[in-house]
T-cell receptor, first 111, second 118 residues
Framework: KQEVTQIPAALSVPEGENLVLNCSFTDSAIYNLQWFRQDPGKGLTSLLLIQSSQREQTSGRLNASLDKSSGRSTLYIAASQPGDSATYLCAAEHNNNDMRFGAGTRLTVKP | EAGVAQSPRYKIIEKRQSVAFWCNPISGHATLYWYQQILGQGPKLLIQFQNNGVVDDSQLPKDRFSAERLKGVDSTLKIQPAKLEDSAVYLC????????????????FGEGSWLTVV
């Protein structure tokens, strides 16, 4: 059974800082790994999706990497801004559409 | 493009009462999901539909939860009778088969229905 863990559970940084969010998963036979953002009272928005054959994906100030062999993914946020404050969740999906989420990292970027 | 619509947004009920949530997915999306998200946790899949057929309902507490997707479009999730531990956000999501084949899986979430059982 896939288990997804995210560390840290919460993170507070000053504006402008570069930061890394971590995601680990127990079963490396994944179809893809996805990072989501969730704002308070809202649903989830997909940020980046890394397919199992890929090593990383980039979108603007966000870069996500995937290391299947070690069961890890990281989300790198460059030059953080207060608008980046949200909860970030990773999800590991298997080929049978089974998608398992971590509990998320709650990020606060202080002005 | 309209997003995934859910209603009601908020609901407070007493334990042992019943509640129903409605979801309208993005037009043309064959796959529809219902997730339960308890405060401080990640979403947990309750049920997945492909058109109007159930793909996975292994984590749906079938003694009290039921879901249907008539005509392969809208879906309803019902809880009867509700328990205190059912207090959570119920998220509906949808994706297209084409998105899955081409890009892995691009899944779109609604804003959720917040349930409080007292």
């Amino acid at each position: 059974k896939q288990e997804v863990t995210q560390i840290p559970a919460a993170l507070s940084v000053p504006e402008g800082e570069n930061l890394v969010l971590n995601c680990s998963f127990t079963d490396s036979a994944i179809y893809n790994l996805q990072w989501f953002r969730q704002d308070p009272g809202k649903g989830l928005t997909s940020l980046l999706l890394i397919q199992s054959s890929q090593r990383e994906q980039t979108s603007g100030r966000l870069n996500a990497s995937l290391d299947k062999s070690s069961g890890r993914s990281t989300l790198y946020i460059a030059a953080s801004q207060p608008g980046d404050s949200a909860t970030y969740l990773c999800a590991a999906e298997h080929n049978n559409n089974d998608m398992r989420f971590g509990a998320g990292t709650r990020l606060t970027v202080k002005p | 493009e309209a997003g995934v619509a859910q209603s009601p947004r908020y609901k407070i009920i007493e334990k042992r009462q019943s509640v129903a949530f409605w979801c309208n997915p993005i037009s043309g999306h064959a796959t529809l999901y219902w997730y339960q998200q308890i405060l401080g946790q990640g979403p947990k899949l309750l049920i997945q539909f492909q058109n109007n057929g159930v793909v996975d309902d292994s984590q749906l507490p079938k003694d009290r939860f039921s879901a249907e997707r008539l005509k392969g479009v809208d879906s309803t999730l019902k809880i009867q009778p509700a328990k205190l531990e059912d207090s959570a956000v119920y998220l509906c999501a949808s994706s297209s088969i084409r998105d899955r084949v081409v890009a892995g899986n691009t899944i779109y979430f609604g804003e959720g229905s917040w349930l409080t059982v007292v």
